[in-house]
């Protein structure tokens, strides 16, 4: 950070949390719904 090679970035819709292959599938089934269905608003 101190030499100014760190950048971040503002996300507003939604996030899935995939660091587990349990958490993946889950995101999987979740985009699977998605594909079928309105995703839900984020309220943003």
Known sequence: ????QVTGE???G???DVGT???LA???A???HWSKH????TGH
């Open 10 to 12: 503002h996300h507003s």
């Open 21 to 23: 292959v349990d958490r």
């Open 14 to 16: 939604l996030w899935l």
């Open 30 to 32: 979740i985009a699977r």
């Open 38 to 41: 309105e995703p839900p608003h």
């Open 26 to 28: 889950e995101a999987d």
């Open 1 to 4: 950070m101190a030499h100014g």
